[in-house]
């Protein structure tokens, strides 16, 4: 779910490439790193860029990707027998080197001990593996002058939030909030000396994801004159938030930009 039009990615192909590392870098993240010959054809544009990762499906001896770089690639992954087509997910460039990407999962299991393709891979990846990228371009994509940066995120959307921060500009000034399962799972990055950061943990509350991240918002005391914000996450966090920032704080709609990740209580489809 996205407001607006995305920044393209740089001539995309869909490559193939295979773990190189796995290791768990806090309780609740798992870091895959990405490397092989196709990283070569990879551009890396920083800030929040993401892909389409594909993933083999349990039993498959060899991934079939599609062959397609435009739209038509997900036509052609469609006509593909599903016991046959890799999963897709989305995931977000955690760190790009000309010898690795890295891929942060966030890793968990529901009531019955269950868990997605994704999680599955993560903790399983060994080094080898194969999978499928296609770059998928850029989501922050401010559109109008501003004063000061706003960035609001779970632990999913923290990746999009590092890759930001990392991104911009050392006189940079704004507010980032993120939320985490735990304080355990923070990260360290750049952060320009005029971001203030603000973690916040659920620390086994129970609290659905995003839930406190909104609530830090709604109380926080933010920068005057223009802001661009960009939220992402949970849905109920990042049409919470922009509902917030446009009906509680007067910011214009064109200068709040939102991507919901996922929905709690929806499984992604298989």
């Not at 995305?6 to 806090?26: F, G, N, Q, W, Y």
Request: proline share 9%.
């Amino acid at each position: 779910m996205a407001n607006f039009k995305l920044r393209k990615p740089v001539d995309p192909h869909v490559l193939l490439l295979e773990v190189t590392k796995s290791e768990r870098i806090s309780p609740n993240v798992v870091r895959v790193t990405l490397g092989g010959d196709g990283l070569d054809r990879f551009t890396p544009l920083g800030f929040d860029q993401w892909f389409r990762l594909f993933l083999p499906r349990p039993g498959q001896d060899t991934l079939k990707l599609p062959t397609r770089t435009s739209g038509l690639w997900y036509a052609q992954y469609l006509a593909t027998a599903k016991p046959k087509r890799p999963f897709v997910r989305n995931y977000t460039v955690r760190a790009y080197r000309p010898d690795g990407l890295d891929i942060d999962f966030v890793v968990h299991t529901d009531e019955h001990g269950h868990s997605g393709p994704a999680n599955t891979f993560a903790l399983s990846a060994d080094p080898g593996a194969q999978v499928g990228l296609l770059d998928q371009g850029v989501g922050y994509h401010p559109r109008q002058d501003h004063d000061w940066t706003l960035l609001v995120a779970d632990e999913t959307g923290l990746p999009a939030v590092a890759g930001v921060l990392s991104s911009l500009p050392e006189d940079a000034k704004g507010v980032a909030i993120v939320e985490l399962p735990s304080m355990a799972d923070r990260q360290e990055f750049r952060v320009p000396p005029g971001i203030a950061l603000h973690w916040v943990a659920r620390e086994g509350s129970g609290d659905i994801p995003g839930r406190q991240a909104l609530a830090t918002l709604r109380t926080a005391t933010l920068p005057s004159g223009p802001v661009y914000a960009y939220l992402v996450g949970e849905s109920a966090l990042v049409t919470g938030g922009r509902r917030h920032l446009v009906a509680d704080r007067g910011v214009p709609k064109g200068s709040v930009d939102f991507i919901g990740y996922w929905r709690q209580g929806h499984a992604a489809p298989s």
